[in-house]
């Protein structure tokens, strides 16, 4: 890449970063911690936009409504293990401020005191970030209808800036963890997401045997049926059963799950939430089905509304599927 190239890359990186961020090593552009900047993500991606040569654009950046020939359209597309483009991200088609600007934008998506733990994931799953990511970038920056999309094994990432509009994190994301041998024992040791799964399965404890029977289904559907089913759709036992203290928990539960992301996306996913009617309008369901260890910790969960789901499933390792919307309108290509 020609160093005039490489120049404005760099000014437009610092300049960027320079009111948030302290030091720029890669791979680390450590976050600050506190008031998360406005559309810090956004304005990150609309720079990295900009410091693409023609070569790259081709490769990485597409319309808005992109139908690729094999994932139909890209900035609906989730997936457990999946690449947008072929290009990694840690590779010799980026220069190396490109690449601290894709890591920047992680970095952002990801509430900071969740980094350690998406960074053990990263480096259990694909040998560290970059190594396996790869990113897209659809639309234009200042259209109205731009989105970073950041893909691999165990990830589905993206940021919208609200171009996409009714939907919370841009679109369906996914995140999920081996910890390693691919068949996790019951417990899930060292794994970042599963305790998420313990105290969802704290709520499972608090119901007397009545709401037992309700939450408990036979079968883990399959975890890619993500769609939206509507206020008549779902399985499991209706939020509206609980009692106050077993709301309280469940809305705690709903906290850990939002909390490894950045604050915007989970004001945005709970105000998706609130125009379906909030969590008295979802069903919580745990299945019966791939109980590891046969202990009675339910592995596979999910927490379903009419435009809203957090499909966990534990067995053999943790996948978490998550689609949130404020209207069942929306379409998603899982």
């Not at 957090?310 to 943790?318: L, N, Q, S």
């Amino acid at each position: 890449m020609p160093s005039h190239q490489r120049t404005l890359t760099r000014r437009r990186l610092l300049a960027a970063t320079a009111a948030t961020t302290p030091w720029l090593g890669f791979p680390a552009l450590r976050a600050v911690r506190g008031a998360e900047p406005a559309a810090a993500a956004e304005t990150l991606a609309q720079t990295l936009h900009a410091s693409l040569t023609a070569v790259q654009r081709e490769a990485v950046c597409f319309a808005w409504d992109y139908r690729h020939p094999k994932f139909g359209l890209l900035r609906t597309r989730v997936a457990n293990n999946w690449n947008a483009t072929k290009p990694a991200v840690k590779s010799d088609f980026f220069t190396a401020d490109q690449q601290q600007l894709v890591r920047g934008i992680f970095e952002r998506l990801i509430s900071p005191d969740w980094l350690t733990r998406f960074d053990k994931q990263l480096e259990d799953d694909t040998g560290g970030f970059g190594h396996d990511q790869s990113i897209a970038l659809l639309g234009e920056p200042g259209s109205g209808r731009f989105q970073f999309l950041l893909t691999g094994r165990h990830m589905t990432l993206r940021c919208d800036g609200d171009s996409a509009e009714h939907v919370a994190f841009g679109g369906p994301i996914f995140y999920g963890h081996d910890a390693g041998g691919f068949n996790e024992e019951k417990n899930h040791a060292g794994n970042v997401f599963w305790p998420q799964a313990v105290a969802a399965n704290g709520v499972y404890a608090i119901l007397d045997g009545g709401q037992r029977e309700r939450a408990l289904v036979p079968k883990t559907p399959r975890e890619t049926a993500i769609a939206f089913r509507g206020a008549n759709g779902g399985e499991g036992l209706p939020v509206t059963d609980l009692s106050p203290d077993q709301k309280a928990e469940l809305d705690r539960v709903l906290a850990l799950l939002l909390e490894p992301f950045r604050s915007s996306d989970r004001d945005e996913a709970r105000r998706c939430l609130a125009a379906q009617g909030g969590l008295e309008g979802c069903r919580l369901a745990f299945y019966r089905d791939e109980d590891l260890g046969n202990d009675g910790v339910w592995d596979n969960w999910r927490l379903e509304g009419p435009a809203f789901v957090w499909h966990f499933r534990g067995a053999p390792h943790v996948h978490v599927w998550v689609n949130i919307a404020d209207t069942p309108a929306v379409a998603t290509n899982a």
